[in-house]
Nanobody, 119 residues
Framework: QVRVVESGGGSVQAGGSLRLSCAASGSTSGLSRMGWFRQAPGNERELVARISTGGGSTYYATSVKGRFTISQDNAKNTVYLQMNSLKPEDTAMYYC????????????WGQGTQVTVSS
């Protein structure tokens, strides 16, 4: 099993920055991708950013491209989400996920960390 734990959420004013961290532990060998999702009240969960643990290729949702950066520290089995130029519409619960496959549903999820951006 893989345990995923997020940290770093909080409240910030619009235009500010936050960095989220996600640490994976347990049977982490073979993890192919890690990613960040978010879900605001009344909305569906959406993929914000994803990184492949092997080659480091990344994906960003259009809404965050140019403002958010996902990175990883493989030695620590940790991924980060640097969020700059935050907007009120970025307010959501942010979840980290991990999986051994490159595509399809994600198997391992964290409990989430709240990000609130005030105008």
């Amino acid at each position: 099993q893989v345990r995923v734990v997020e940290s770093g959420g909080g409240s910030v004013q619009a235009g500010g920055s936050l960095r989220l961290s996600c640490a994976a532990s347990g049977s982490t060998s073979g993890l192919s991708r890690m990613g960040w999702f978010r879900q605001a009240p009344g909305n569906e969960r959406e993929l914000v950013a994803r990184i492949s643990t092997g080659g480091g290729s990344t994906y960003y949702a259009t809404s965050v491209k140019g403002r958010f950066t996902i990175s990883q520290d493989n030695a620590k089995n940790t991924v980060y989400l640097q969020m700059n130029s935050l907007k009120p519409e970025d307010t959501a619960m942010y979840y980290c996920a991990a999986d051994r496959r490159l595509f399809g549903a994600w198997d391992y999820w964290g409990q989430g960390t709240q990000v609130t951006v005030s105008s």
